[in-house]
């Protein structure tokens, strides 16, 4: 998400430096549940950092305890003129719990407070969904370039891309499994901590399973995360691999496949969109892929877009090019 600078809501805010223990956006930051939910957030809130402070400053000195409600007005305004509805929200569910917590600090009186917040109502819209779906072909060229990789890394990358796209699981669930989340005889994964705070179980069923033992047999059965990093050398580190980890590998998986390029989140989307077509119940998915609201899910289902193609083969346009 790009910065959008220099833009000043009114007077413009100067830089203040405060205590983390009582910068509301520090606050609200370390009660978020995971590490890539306070990432996300944290650039959102160095959106709107600079443009209210006309880039001068950043989520750590902006003084949010100023903040009133022309502000915010004028935040949900500009932020609805530059981005789509899911990240205005994103944005806006962010700057809500900078208030809060602005709030609860003391820092800012209840009915300024109270008047900011009326004003950051929730973005209605709908917009194409992001990134994209893989192919069958593609899915099993990836298998193919770890099967091929006799190293311990092979192995482990294909463990990864079975969490993700045999499983349903976020890249970040998938590096937080222990090897006691991971019933290896029987497929069963428990996810611990998810995204809300939820724990979900969902099943590694065959190829998946496959591959998640193969892993386990290189790994061993000592306690500890599931996923080790693999040092060029060949080495296994027995530490948790980070979220980023798991992005280069399947980068570079990519790249040896020649699969076009893909997020590890397109592989949990792929998840979704094949069980839907398969005929899987919407509301088994929805639990399979940890989602609060049915409504997530169903922006995964290509049943529609199947539908809408063969409904506009249904029009003949008389235009055929010659020679």
Known sequence: MDSPYPVVMYSPLAPVSVSS???????????????????????ALEVIAGMVSGGRCTAETLPWAGLRYHHAA?????LIERYSPATVNKCLSA????????????????????????????????TLPRGRSLNGGEIMALASVCLNDLAPAGKRDAAILALLFACGLRRAEAVALDMADVDIATGTIKVRGGKGRKDRTT?????????????AEVRGTAHGPFLYPVTKGKMLIPRRMSDQAVYLALKKRAGQAKVKEFSPHDLRRTFASEMLDAGADIATVQKMMGHADPATTAR???RGEEAKRKAASLIHFPYARRG
Do not use: C, H
């Open 21 to 43: 223990g009582q910068n509301p956006a520090a606050v609200y930051l370390r009660r978020l549940p995971s590490a890539s939910g306070r990432r996300t957030m944290r650039q």
């Open 95 to 126: 700057l809500r719990g900078v208030l809060e917590e602005a709030e609860g600090l003391s820092l800012m009186p209840f009915e300024e407070y109270r008047r900011a917040i009326k004003t950051l109502r929730v973005v209605k819209g709908e």
């Open 203 to 215: 099943y590694a069923i065959n190829g998946a399973l496959e591959a998640l033992q193969a892993w």
């Open 300 to 302: 995964y289902d290509r």
């Open 74 to 78: 004028g935040i949900r305004a500009t």
